[in-house]
């Protein structure tokens, strides 16, 4: 072990003020004495924030190799990355990446094969931290509206194009949130939103979404509310299909569970038809043939099924199984005329092709075990294309011909990486309770299985969000020097379909965290690692996740790097979109045994004082506005004042940076190789091999 630099002992942390705020939860008084730094707008958290960035400055400068890994990190990070084309109108549109540029650029080729920049994002911002968010074009292409994202913010603005001339034409909408473009005709798009809050945008409760319609050449106060006027509901979504026949509404006050409603677009002053009318289940109209609405619904089938039923009576009791639920949960995806089931098995990809009328035509000959996104276009593209990685392969992108089921390589990824130098497994372990988690194991090849190996166990577990294999340039570095990147597939997450999502959920959510303990095990008794070798790492939910296990086994890992992470179980839903995460987690106010059960986990109410923690960096944006900073503010206050021994306890906060959408390359090459640097370095490691 090396001799550090700088130990937790020898670390001035910042002052960090105390309150005597206290709230009362059905009788139980719940110190709060950091409250002051949920206030992102004052100069006092704003000079807290800044002390603690130059804490953390200076005890990564100190890491010899840090430098060496950002260097290597461009390296790898600095090659030609392009995205799969999409038509729209007489051109061909797709993202492309020089290869360290922070934003990635849309070009356009025509006919004659002349390729030209459309949007180059980049130009959006002196720093890059100004992104790209949705884009739409008008079903003939010649309109374009699309949204961008300043300094990471939820918060967005819409500017509409004249697709051929690219000038802007009519007004820029303003304070746009968590929404969709979508287009009728050439006469304008439907958008959602909040009405601004009072106090801070980055933190203020929003929770009541509106569907609007813009009309172009009008201001954007005369934009009618189109749904969501009288019914309060959290989350409004408005999409046009693509014959422009109907409008499809979803409304949800949390993140399962939807109201569907549908209007028919051809007639004027049409009502809006109630199909579903309740939040017991997901439900989404991925297509029509004139009348004929396809569903795909977790109605009655956990795993999810897609029916039909006519427009003239939609109900669920008039639905008739198109594709029937299977024992793998099914997303599907439309295009050229075809239905692409995408199945998972132990979260990996399957796909089957479907016409229509429900008739099995071919399972797709994936390239190998790993992810495949894609089969998504229009009715009339002559060819669907996707992309295939996992985590020793780069993404390539491949053309599949729907009618003869033929796919070939279309653009190979141009990322020096030898995966023929590594492999990855997946193996299965069991849980406290008993049950089966699936996890992937990825390394080099011949690797000693000597309890030595520096070894990242990465988590996430909720919101029915699956993690699938995906290529990581920041991984692939992290395996050069001989770590191991594991993946666990736990109870919260969408893998196995809703029953898995729900064991992970409210008064079970405690199975999550035991899961990502016996990954820890597992790893450990099969000798990749140990516990002074181990990091644990997770984002938003997943940070929740670190923070837990973190405060619940000390012992278990040397390192822990909790990333924009929710901390705070008693307050989360008092911010921003927080109380839509309630079907996930329960709210400290529902029951005195929901708090009881929150505040027995919640990160933040068990850091005791005169225990050695892992050396935790935590990461988060000063414009996160999804999971607000303060969660992590108020962690690493707690944190360091309560930490016993040498090992370290920083907070990285990024300036003009949001949850992770729309960071820019340089930021997000920093942000890793200082994760790193920081993980090495506290396993005692003290140059690269």
Not at 50 to 69: D, H
Not at 515 to 522: G, N, Q, S, T, W
Not at 558 to 572: C, I, N
């Amino acid at each position: 072990m090396t001799s550090f630099a700088q130990t937790s002992k020898s670390i001035h942390y910042p002052e960090t003020r105390k309150d005597k705020t206290v709230d009362d939860y059905f009788g139980t008084k719940v110190n709060d004495p950091y409250r002051w730094l949920e206030d992102d707008r004052s100069v006092e958290t704003a000079g807290w924030v800044k002390l603690q960035n130059q804490v953390t400055n200076a005890y990564l400068e100190q890491i010899p190799f840090r430098n060496q890994l950002k260097t290597r990190l461009e390296q790898l990070w600095n090659y030609e990355k392009i995205k799969e084309p999409f038509i729209e109108g007489d051109f061909s549109y797709y993202f492309k990446n020089d290869g360290l540029q922070n934003q990635s650029v849309l070009y356009r080729k025509d006919a004659a094969g002349k390729e030209t920049v459309f949007l180059d994002p980049n130009t959006f911002s002196k720093e890059g931290t100004t992104s790209l968010g949705e884009l739409a074009f008008s079903k003939d292409g010649s309109k374009v509206a699309y949204s961008i994202s300043e300094g990471g913010s939820d918060w967005r603005k819409v500017i509409v194009m004249d697709a051929l001339s690219k000038q802007i034409i009519g007004d820029t909408l303003l304070d746009v949130k968590f929404s969709g473009l979508s287009w009728k005709g050439n006469e304008g798009f439907y958008y959602s939103s909040y009405e601004k809050p009072e106090g801070s945008e980055l933190s203020a409760k929003t929770d009541q979404h509106k569907l609007y319609f813009h009309t172009l050449g009008t201001t954007q106060k005369e934009d009618k509310v189109i749904f969501g006027e009288d019914q309060k509901r959290r989350y409004v979504g408005g999409s046009v299909t693509e014959d422009d026949r109907y409008l499809v509404i979803t409304a949800a006050t949390s993140t399962y569970g939807n109201e569907l409603y549908i209007q028919d677009l051809t007639k004027p002053q049409s009502p809006i038809v109630t199909i579903v009318d309740n939040f017991d289940s997901d439900n989404t109209i991925i297509d029509n043939e004139g009348t004929k609405l396809f569903i795909v619904t977790d109605k009655n089938a956990p795993n999810k099924r897609i029916v039909t039923v006519d427009f003239s009576n939609p109900k669920p009791e008039n639905w008739k199984d198109l594709i029937p639920e299977t024992t793998q949960v099914l997303e599907p995806t439309t295009c050229s005329g075809y239905i692409f089931a995408h199945y998972m098995k132990d979260a990996v990809s399957l796909v089957k092709q479907y016409d229509y009328s429900g008739k099995l035509l071919r399972e797709i000959q994936l390239p190998g075990l790993g992810t495949a996104d894609g089969f998504s276009g229009k009715k009339k593209d002559k060819t669907a294309y996707y992309t295939f990685t996992n985590y020793i392969t780069p993404a390539t992108i491949f053309a599949f011909e729907p009618n003869s089921g033929i796919s070939e390589v279309y653009r190979k990824s141009k990322c020096q990486f030898q995966s023929e130098n590594y492999e990855s497994k997946q193996v299965f372990y069991t849980s406290k309770d008993g049950t089966k988690i699936p996890m992937l194991i990825t390394h080099k090849k011949g690797l000693k299985l000597d309890g030595k190996n520096p070894t990242i166990l990465y988590g996430y577990g909720g919101f029915n969000i699956s993690l699938t294999p995906n290529f990581s340039i920041a991984n692939a570095v992290w395996m050069e020097n001989g770590g191991v990147f594991a993946v666990p597939n736990l109870r919260g997450g969408g893998e196995y379909g809703k029953e898995w999502h729900d064991a992970g959920t409210q008064l079970r959510k405690q199975n999550v965290f035991d899961d990502f303990i016996a990954a820890a095990e597992y790893l450990v008794k099969e000798k990749y690692t140990s516990s002074d070798f181990l990091a644990i790492r997770g984002g938003s939910n997943g940070g929740l996740l670190v923070g837990a296990v973190m405060t619940q086994r000390p012992d278990l890992a040397k390192v822990a790097l909790p990333a924009v992470g929710v901390l705070d179980m008693l307050r989360y839903h008092t911010f921003t979109a927080g109380a839509g995460w309630a079907y996930d987690y329960g709210t400290a106010q529902d029951s005195a045994a929901m708090f009881a059960y929150l505040k027995d986990y919640s990160p933040l109410h068990n850091i005791k004082k005169g225990v050695q923690y892992p050396a935790t960096m935590i990461t988060t944006g000063d414009h996160d506005d999804r999971v607000v900073p303060a969660h992590s503010f108020k962690f690493a206050a707690e944190l360091q004042s309560k930490q016993s021994g040498e090992n370290p306890v920083l907070i990285r906060i990024d300036v003009k940076a949001g949850h992770g959408a729309g960071k820019s390359v340089t930021a997000t090459i920093q942000e890793n190789a200082d994760i790193q640097a920081f993980t090495l370095f506290n396993m005692g490691i003290s140059q690269l091999p």
